[in-house]
């Protein structure tokens, strides 16, 4: 076998490897981190996905309290369950059952990787790291937001769709998507 082609299926290889994650299809598990010279130069961070705002038909918040956060739901299967905590300025949301990887920061957790993401004050989401329950929906409490539904507490908007949950903090321009498949933050 020649030198350049020996290159060429090393560099081939390598290129299949970066692909294979966890993460949307076609993108590594964290979009922090990608080939620079795709992003504009090798200082240059990669773009983060944009998430679009959830669609769908609004409810009352006040039909989905909890007690342990503000607000929380959980989708009709009961694998995602998301949080909107107004008076603590936090948001995020867990899956119970997903097939992608951990994602990149999860193993800098001191408990436990919770299987989700959160943001405190308008920060970029984190992977969630927690030891106990987080909001009742958990526990098989709390409210089920179905499918084509949307709920909007302070400047987060969270909607439910067969494909997954999408969330977004307006002010902040911070999102995510997640589902069993695949998840997205922005």
Known sequence: MSLRLLTVALVATLALAGCSGGGSAGESDDWRFGDAAEQGGADAPPDPPTIEPPTGAPVDPAQFPDAYTGNAFATPTGNIICWID??????????????????????????????????????????????????????????????????????????????????LDQSSGHGLFLSRAAYAVS
């Open 86 to 167: 107004e008076a603590a300025d936090q948001w995020g949301c867990l899956i119970k059952q997903r097939t992608y990887a951990e994602p990149a920061g999860a193993e800098d957790c001191l408990q436990s990787f919770g299987n989700g993401f959160s943001s405190v004050q308008g920060s970029a989401l984190m992977p969630l790291c927690r030891g106990g329950v987080i909001a009742a929906a958990e526990t098989g409490g709390g409210a089920v937001l179905p499918y084509g539904q949307a709920i909007t507490v302070g400047d987060v908007t969270c909607g439910s769709e067969e494909d997954g949950v999408t969330c």
